[in-house]
C-alpha cells in the first residue's frame, strides 16, 4: 500500500514537474515575442484603427488625417445636447463620410431620451434603430446623461439598468450589432479638484461644474453608476459590449481586471484615459504592464478626437499627431516621456507588437467584422 502510494506519489510529481517546464516552454516563446517591438518611425506604416472620435461636421480634416497615418477611424454619435448637433444631423454627416470614404470611416448611432415616459418608447427607438442599421450603423452609443441628468416625469434619474432599455439591448444583439457605453464620470470627478489624479480631470471639471460630483452630492455616487452598468450587463450576457474610457474603472487595473472576468463580451477602449494608466504605471510600472499584455484581447485604442464646425484643421491636425505619437511612444518604446496630463515624467510600456497589433488593429476588427470595406491590408 504503502509503495503503490508512492508510485503515485511519483507520478503526481513527474506530471508537475512536467507541467513546469511546458509553462516555462509557453514563458519562453512569450519571451521571444516580446524581443518584436515597434519603433517611432513604424508609426505610419502600422495599420490602426481609432475605435473612438467624434466628427460632427461635413468637413474632412480627420478622415485625411486618418489616411495619410494609416488610421481607421470608429466615429460616434453621442445624445449631448446643445454641443453636439440634433441626432438626426449627427447622423446626416456620418452616413455622407460613410458613404464617401467606407474604407476609412464606420460609424455608430445613438438614441434620444425624448418621449421616454409614452409606453411605446422601446418600440419607437427599435423602429429608429433598425434605420440606422440598414444605413451602415454598426452600434449604438449610450451616454452618461442616463444616470446623471435624463429624468422620466416622477422626476427620478433614468438607470442604465431600467426595464424599458431591456428590449433595445436585446434588439442590438440580435441583429450583431455592438453596445457602447460611457456611464457615469472618472472617479476624479467625486473629488475635489486638487485631489483629481491627471490634469485632464481637473481641466474638464473645472469647466464643467455641472459634472462635477463632488460639488452635487445629492445625485448618485459613483459606485451607483457601475452597479446600474453591471446589473445591465448581467440581465444582457450574449450582448457585445464596449465601455468607452476604460469602462469609468480607469483609476485601478485590478477593478478593471475583475468587471473583464465578470463580464467576457466586454472590451474597453482607451479614449482619454491612458493618462489614468500612465498614472498608475507612475506608481507600479510592471504591474501596469502586466495587465495590459493580460488583457490584450479586450482593449481598444481610441483617442476621443472630435471634429466640430469651427474646428481649426491646422490645429485639429497638430493636437491629433502630437497625441497619436505620444501614445504610440508610452506603448511601443522604452523612453521617459513627458505627457501633457502629468507632471512627473512616465516611463513608456514596451509593449511586444503582437500585443501593440491587437490593440491598435485586430481587436476593433474582430468586433466589428468587416465593417471597413474594401480596406487593404
Ligand atoms: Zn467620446
Redesign the pocket.
Known amino acids: 500500500m504503502k509503495y503503490i502510494k508512492l508510485f503515485y506519489s511519483l507520478i503526481v510529481l513527474a506530471s508537475m514537474i512536467n507541467q513546469t517546464s511546458c509553462s516555462s516552454k509557453r514563458e519562453k516563446v512569450i519571451g521571444e515575442e516580446t524581443n518584436e517591438h515597434y519603433s517611432v518611425s513604424d508609426f505610419k506604416q502600422v495599420s490602426k484603427i481609432d475605435v473612438?472620435a467624434?466628427i460632427n461636421t461635413e468637413g474632412s480634416t480627420m478622415i485625411e488625417e486618418a489616411q495619410a497615418n494609416n488610421f481607421r477611424l470608429m466615429v460616434?454619435a453621442?445624445d449631448v445636447v446643445p454641443e453636439y448637433p440634433p441626432m438626426q444631423e449627427q447622423l446626416r454627416v456620418r452616413i455622407k463620410h460613410f458613404q464617401e470614404h467606407p474604407d476609412v470611416f464606420i460609424f455608430s448611432t445613438a438614441f434620444t431620451l425624448e418621449d421616454w415616459d409614452e409606453p411605446d418608447w422601446s418600440e419607437r427607438i427599435i423602429n429608429k434603430l433598425q434605420e440606422d442599421f440598414k444605413a451602415g450603423a454598426v452600434g449604438v452609443k449610450v451616454w452618461k446623461n442616463i444616470g446623471m441628468e435624463a429624468r422620466d416625469k416622477d422626476n427620478i434619474l433614468i438607470r442604465l439598468d431600467d426595464p424599458k432599455f431591456d428590449p433595445i439591448f436585446q434588439f442590438i444583439k440580435d441583429q450583431n450589432k455592438v453596445l457602447i457605453n460611457?456611464t457615469g464620470e472618472p472617479k476624479n470627478c467625486w473629488l475635489p479638484l486638487d485631489e483629481m489624479t491627471v490634469s485632464n480631470d481637473k481641466n474638464y471639471f473645472s469647466a464643467h461644474p455641472e459634472y462635477h460630483m463632488y460639488l452635487h452630492p445629492e445625485l448618485p455616487s459613483y459606485a451607483l453608476h457601475m452597479e446600474a452598468r453591471d446589473k445591465m450587463l448581467e440581465k444582457n450576457p450574449g450582448l457585445t459590449f464596449i465601455g468607452?474610457?476604460l469602462a469609468s474603472l480607469e483609476w485601478n487595473v485590478d477593478e478593471l481586471a475583475k468587471f473583464l472576468d465578470r463580464f467576457p463580451r466586454a472590451s474597453v477602449d482607451l479614449?482619454?484615459r491612458i493618462s489614468h494608466l500612465q498614472y498608475q504605471s507612475q506608481l507600479d510600472y510592471e504591474k501596469i504592464r502586466n495587465f495590459i499584455i493580460k488583457y490584450q484581447d479586450r482593449i481598444l485604442y481610441g483617442t476621443?478626437f472630435?471634429q466640430l464646425s469651427d474646428s481649426n484643421p491646422s490645429e485639429l491636425k497638430k493636437v491629433m499627431n502630437e497625441r497619436w505619437l505620444l501614445d504610440w511612444k508610452y506603448f511601443n518604446t522604452d523612453e521617459l516621456i513627458k505627457v501633457p496630463e502629468l507632471d512627473e515624467k512616465v516611463k513608456s510600456l514596451l509593449l511586444p507588437k503582437i500585443v501593440v497589433d491587437k490593440i491598435y488593429r485586430l481587436n476593433a476588427e474582430k468586433i466589428f467584422a468587416n465593417a471597413w470595406k474594401n480596406h487593404i491590408q
Open positions: 473612438h467624434h460616434m453621442v460611457h468607452a474610457h479614449a482619454e476621443d472630435q
